[in-house]
């Protein structure tokens, strides 16, 4: 039997509708979230993403401005911008687009947006805050799987969860925030010896390790859940995950399709943490007056 697929693309149609009723209440109120996204460079995949982004704050009412440089910007006028946005009101979230070009350091300009306009949750402050269990911006797409699988009502106290990938942008905070809902929590990377030892104990698998149907059938639990956030391209070029899909869904419990799973749910996890954001400078304004 064949495992149940998790459609992300439905999922964040959900998360998105809610938003809108947030969105409204704050126009109501004279907000407006606001959205600033920096991309520095021609990287095609990151205009891509870029336009999605935009795109999805059009839909759903959120204002969206676009800074766009060539690769000779200096980290100088790349703080300069960011620090000329953390001080504009109409602004609630500073995005800049990843990979910056090789004379920027990432952890300089990561650290110059202000933690309270940190909506993709990178900056220090609120990864301190993520692992302490407090209120902060969590990183989008470990935050988006987390509310794919509450959606799905699929438990998280109690079970293995096993992360492949121990990046700053998803294996590390999808751990905590797994960690902080009571799971018992494995990682393994490119060094761990025997992989498929722990893979084949996880009630939950999520794979973020970027290589091309790394999981089979063999790494995986009779019933397990599988999340797959790998975006890799196959041998005729076709967009692809870590999980032998069609293999391994007939092994799984449930499981997410690439693309259609987790990737809607880190660009909606985005317009959450802006319109929280303005929610938060609203409430801020208001305890002023």
């Known amino acids: 039997m064949s495992a149940d697929i998790i459609d992300g693309k439905l999922i964040a149609h959900y998360y998105r509708e809610q938003l809108k009723e947030d969105i409204s209440s704050l126009k109501e109120n004279s907000v407006t979230p606001g959205l600033a996204v920096i991309l520095v460079g021609d990287n095609h995949a990151s205009h891509t993403y870029v336009k999605m982004k935009r795109k999805a704050c059009s839909k759903l009412g959120i204002h969206s401005e676009l800074y766009q440089f060539d690769e000779t910007l200096t980290q100088q006028d790349l703080v300069a911008k960011i620090e000329e946005l953390n001080c504009a009101d109409h602004i609630h979230g500073i995005l800049v687009q990843l990979p910056l070009p090789q004379h920027i350091n990432p952890i300089t300009i990561i650290e110059t947006i202000s933690p309270s306009k940190d909506v993709d949750g990178f900056h220090p402050v609120s990864i301190g805050k993520m692992v302490t269990n407090q209120d902060t911006f969590y990183s989008c797409t470990p935050f988006g799987i987390i509310k794919m699988l509450e ?29 902080n809902r009571n799971a018992t929590v494995t990682y393994c990377h490119s060094k761990t010896t025997n992989l498929s030892d722990y893979t084949k104990q996880a009630d939950i698998l999520v794979s973020a390790v970027g290589k091309s149907k790394f999981i089979r059938t063999e790494d995986i639990k009779q019933g397990a ?6 975006m890799n391209r196959d ?34 996890m985005l317009l959450y943490n802006t319109v929280k954001s303005a929610q938060m400078s609203l409430i801020a304004k208001n305890d002023e007056e």
């Open 151 to 179: 959606y799905e009502n699929i438990p998280i106290e109690g079970k293995h969860v096993v992360i492949l990938g121990r990046s700053n942008i998803v294996g590390k905070p999808a751990g905590h925030l797994f960690l």
């Open 235 to 268: 041998e005729e070029g076709r967009l692809c995950g870590d999980v032998d899909f069609n293999e391994v869904k007939e092994v799984a419990g449930k499981i997410t399709p690439v693309p259609g799973g987790v990737g809607p749910m880190t660009i909606t």
């Open 225 to 230: 859940v599988v999340i797959d956030v790998g």
